[in-house]
């Protein structure tokens, strides 16, 4: 909503902002996904699109994830700008094969003649009692893949700003959205903020240790740096922003200055992106770490439905105190 | 008896099926060598498949196909020798040899491949259908793949969206009877496939695949119909006479079954009607085998002489590289 620009606005309405905006630029431009034109999009985000845009830039799809994302794929190759939306990191697993054997593979395989300028939005994450298939965490697996490229905005300005550079993005981009952000209100400043998708960011400067966190978990992360500030600690909070490629210079910077690391990553611990941060942490900084790198994950069981169980089973305030202070000795 | 053509149509469509069948032969002999490794899928004794469908497209469509794809690549323009270096490996194959045998592109032809997971580039296709349609374009897909695609969730997926977004897809199923090495009735409950077709709206129609003439005619009117905006869906009867891939021992057919249908072998049954209509020369068959030979023969030359990637260069091409300034 262009008009509430420059005051507070939602998470959910600056992605929707950034849609419009992009599609108002480039007619190249169209979103295509379950329930995005009439419904509105399962989490609101394109509510109002259909009327502005019409049936063929706002397309409802039937419930077929593989054929949609692969018709994203084949337009971007014929020419066009899709942003392809699935409803769930859940559902895209029915057309993994068209992220990772098709969109991620193209350019390499036909020897550099076919990129797929594709984007691809899916929500992400637990903590709204959906229980074990509606509550995955798996942009981690995505960001195993070479050949995309792995987005998590966890700020409004993100929301806002990342969509623009990944559909002016010559290869395949994912945009993984953590449920438990579309509601959270903030500022936003009259004339959108030009952002990078290539650096990880310093959410709150600290000099004892370094939180590395993204999406879903960042407010956790500041809230337990808050915490942390109330008894001496100051936690640096890393928002990694871009999951694929890692930003290792920034997380190297942070750490090498606080010698101590927690990750925090709502995906299961083994194989997860958090190994990943702390073993590229140990590989390289290992002489200058006062302490051994730690990490706060899921539990490794699948989503249980009852509260209690599901917030026991994700990362929590608590947690990255505890590690905190692991850490600290 | 009049086949409704002319000597040299004639003479053209048998030299594009000679031309994919010595190709392939040569694949063959060269893999046994070890200078083609990896899979390599023969398309000997499916040329006239291709040959009558991709006659009737233009420039400007696209095509989308399988890993059985090399003749579909060769007809479609994709210079011999690009074909035969790609599967040497080297750096002048036409994808870089990053891709081999299976994974032939070209940009020049829109030929989008060279896909190896069955039925996965289906909504390639309809994408690519999409664009069109959204550009404005009057350009056809057309979409090779083989009866074990049918299978597979992608193709129903594919047919629905493309006939529920009216989208200019041609699906070409060239049903060779063999899923690797099952049989379509040991695969599947309907075996009509055009009525799997039909059940999702779509213009359905079967032809012999062994019969050059009649595959280009069913294409021609397929490709009109697309052309005017509907997708359609071409079944084309057909039978691989190689194994599956260079390690097939073929236990589970018949040599008998396979020695029936090589006497419909369309580079056999083709020239002789090319004569009974009296549209060829004594001299042709020499002629035209002297001609592909050394198409052949060139493009092996090539092969052997082109040049290996340097490893330093291994990473690229994951994403696109910046302009140098």
């Known amino acids: 909503m262009s008009e509430q620009q420059g005051a507070t606005i939602s998470y959910r309405e600056a992605m929707r902002e950034a849609i419009r905006d992009a599609m108002r630029r480039d007619e190249r431009v169209f979103l295509l996904g379950e329930d995005v034109g009439r419904y509105g999009g399962c989490y609101g985000v394109s509510t109002g699109l259909l009327e502005e845009f019409g049936e063929e830039r706002i397309r409802d799809t039937p419930l077929s994830e593989s054929a949609f994302v692969g018709a994203g794929i084949g337009a971007a190759l014929g020419g066009m700008r899709p942003i392809v939306e699935v409803m769930t990191v859940n559902f895209s697993l ?236 | 008896m009049d086949l409704g053509i002319t000597r040299e149509q004639g003479l053209h469509l048998w030299r594009q099926m000679l031309r994919v069948r010595r190709m392939e032969e040569a694949c063959a002999e060269l893999y046994t060598n070890a200078k083609i490794r990896g899979f390599l899928h023969l398309y000997i004794g499916q040329e006239a498949s291709g040959v009558g469908v991709l006659e009737q497209l233009g420039p400007d469509d696209a095509v989308v196909a399988t890993y059985r794809e090399h003749g579909h690549a060769l007809l479609r323009g994709i210079p011999a020798r690009s074909i035969m270096a790609e599967m040497f490996g080297k750096q002048e194959g036409c994808s870089r040899g990053r891709g081999g045998s299976m994974h032939l592109f070209d940009a020049a032809s829109r030929f989008y491949g060279g896909n190896a997971i069955v039925g996965g580039h289906l909504p390639m296709a309809v994408g690519l259908a999409l664009a069109d349609k959204l550009q404005g374009k009057q350009r056809v897909t057309a979409c090779f793949f083989g009866e074990g695609a049918v299978a597979e969730g992608e193709f129903h997926e594919s047919l629905n969206l493309a006939r529920l977004w009216r989208l200019p897809v041609l699906f070409v199923c060239e049903n060779n009877l063999y899923a690797m090495g099952t049989a379509l009735e040991r695969s599947e409950s309907q075996l009509d496939l055009c009525q799997k077709a039909a059940s999702y709206a779509l213009h359905a129609q079967a032809v012999d695949g062994m019969d050059v003439l009649a595959v280009a005619a069913a294409a021609r009117s397929c490709v009109e119909r697309v052309r005017g905006g509907e997708p359609a869906f071409l079944e084309v009867h057909t039978y691989r006479f190689r194994p599956h891939s260079m390690f097939d021992p073929e236990l589970y057919r018949d040599k008998q079954e396979v020695e029936e249908w090589k006497e419909r072998d369309p580079l056999v049954t083709f020239p002789e009607r090319l004569a009974q209509a009296g549209l060829r020369e004594p001299a042709d068959a020499d002629e035209l085998e002297k001609e592909v030979q050394a198409e052949v023969a060139e493009a092996v030359a090539y092969a052997e002489a082109g040049q290996l990637e340097p490893v330093e260069d291994l990473c690229r091409f994951v994403h696109a590289e910046e302009v140098q300034s």
């Open chain 1, 94 to 329: 029915l057309a993994l094969d068209q992220i990772v054997n098709t969109a991620a593979l193209l350019r390499h395989m036909s020897g550099n003649q076919f990129g797929v300028p594709l984007v691809i939005r899916m929500t992400t994450g637990a903590g709204r009692q959906l229980a074990a298939q509606h509550s995955h965490s798996l942009e981690g697996w995505y960001a195993h893949i070479p050949g995309i490229k792995i987005l998590a905005p966890a700020t409004i300005e993100d929301a806002r700003g990342m969509l623009g550079p990944a559909l002016a993005d010559p290869d395949p981009v994912l945009i993984f959205e953590h449920n438990s952000l579309y509601n959270v209100q903030g500022a936003l400043p009259a004339e959108p903020p030009e952002v990078d998708i290539a650096r990880a960011k310093v959410m709150r400067p600290g000099r004892d240790v370094s939180l590395v966190t993204y999406g879903g978990t960042l407010a956790k992360a500041l809230e337990a740096a808050e915490q942390l500030a109330a008894d001496g600690v100051e936690a640096e909070v890393l928002d990694l922003r871009v999951l694929r490629p890692l930003d290792e210079a920034t997380i190297l910077e942070s750490v090498r200055r606080t010698r101590r690391v927690v990750v925090v990553d709502e995906g299961w611990r083994s194989g997860s992106l958090a190994a990943e941060v702390c073993a590229r942490v140990a590989e390289q900084a290992f002489f200058e770490l006062e302490a051994p790198p730690a990490r706060v994950c899921s539990a490794e069981v699948p989503m249980p439905y009852a509260q209690h169980l599901e917030q026991a089973a994700l990362p929590q305030v608590e947690g990255v105190l505890a590690a905190v202070r692991s850490v600290l000795g």
